[in-house]
């Protein structure tokens, strides 16, 4: 069975020992090597080719936004995890790292955790997206997957009539938080339709992600609040650790913030969003599902469909990850299977006649 050759990085000698007998616990990763700051890290990579660095944030001498800075420049596609402290700093540069290249982030546990708690969140939290981001499959997984590496095979569900969306909501995670910024640098500033995306972060960590999008887009980028109406031409951002679900109130659209459990481990979750977007927009609802990991989305997407409304997903050779949208794309929900730089165009053409409305210049 192949194994993911993870190099540690953190300048904690007590953090790199507890990642590494985590990893090392498990029998599809070996831990090729450790790294106390990012000057060595980088000549570790040079000598023990790693499928994958964890890479602490906050280091002396350079610290990891420079250490990744380093690593893209010779190795533009390794992996990288950022694993983050939960700080307002750690999360400010977290995000400036996804922006950069990093492929994902964990947060390390707090300090008041004990050493089992601390090994059972980086065991459930880091683990996974180790294995998911160097394509190591275990048991049943491995087994389907003997002797085939051609790409994933799926039906496109049919069209039907056109009709134009209200509302574009969005899934992202491994992998999603750069694909968004690329979207959002290409919609114009007149685009009359609200997006409204579902990120797989915690709370402050999605204040950041807001934020950094704002700098990207020309739109207005929120996190919005309970109860807030929904308007067109902005980017709302669902906050952490609440589910955000859309309702109709006294025929306006508004927000809800919940406090219902995780859904897939993850609060907020895309389909809860999804399913309250299909009950409040119908056959006018488009979802977009771009790169990550997990299942989150396919049910929601189910709904959306069931309504009338639209799926796009983004497709296999752009995505970090291709377990959110493939599984969507494999279930027949979506109806395009698109490569990054082609999503914005797309969403530009499903709004056009909404847009044109909005602005007062009749149908497109």
Not at 160 to 186: C, F
């Amino acid at each position: 069975m192949k194994k993911a050759k993870v190099l540690v990085v953190d300048d904690a000698m007590l953090i790199r020992r507890m990642v590494t007998d985590v990893l090392a616990a498990d029998p599809a990763i070996e831990v090729v090597g450790e790294a106390p700051n990012g000057k060595i890290a980088i000549q570790k990579i040079a000598q023990l080719n790693p499928d994958l660095v964890t890479l602490d944030v906050e280091m002396p001498e350079m610290n990891g936004l420079q250490t990744l800075k380093a690593i893209r420049k010779t190795h533009p596609r390794l992996p990288v995890i950022m694993f983050s402290a939960v700080t307002e700093r750690g999360a400010a540069d977290t995000l400036e790292a996804l922006h950069y290249g990093a492929s994902d982030y964990v947060t390390k546990p707090g300090g008041a955790a004990g050493k089992d708690t601390a090994q059972a969140r980086i065991r459930e939290d880091l683990v996974p997206k180790i294995k998911s981001l160097c394509r190591v499959l275990t048991g049943v997984q491995a087994l389907k997957s003997m002797g085939s590496r051609a790409p994933a095979a799926f039906t496109l569900r049919p069209l039907g009539s056109s009709i134009p969306a209200d509302v574009v909501a969005i899934s992202l995670s491994t992998g999603g938080p750069a694909a968004l910024g690329e979207i959002a640098s290409k919609l114009p500033a007149e685009l009359r339709v609200p997006l409204i995306v579902v990120p797989h972060m915690a709370p402050m960590f999605t204040r950041f992600f807001a934020e950094r999008l704002a700098t990207q887009t020309r739109l207005k980028v929120v996190e919005p609040a309970d109860g807030e109406s929904v308007q067109p031409g902005v980017v709302y951002v669902a906050p952490g650790d609440v589910h955000l679900i859309v309702h109709r109130r006294n025929g306006v659209s508004a927000f809800a913030l919940t406090q219902e459990p995780p859904l897939h481990s993850h609060r907020p979750a895309a389909d809860i969003l999804f399913r309250s977007i299909a009950e409040t927009y119908g056959t006018r609802a488009l979802a977009l599902v771009l790169t990550g990991m997990g299942q989150d989305g396919v049910k929601g997407c189910e709904d959306i469909t069931a309504a009338g409304g639209r799926v796009i997903v983004q497709d296999e050779a752009t995505s970090v990850v291709w377990e959110m949208a493939g599984l969507v794309a494999k279930a027949g929900l979506a109806d395009a299977v698109m490569p990054l730089g082609d999503l914005a165009s797309e969403l530009i053409r499903r709004t056009a006649r909404a847009t044109a409305l909005a602005d007062g210049r009749g149908a497109a």
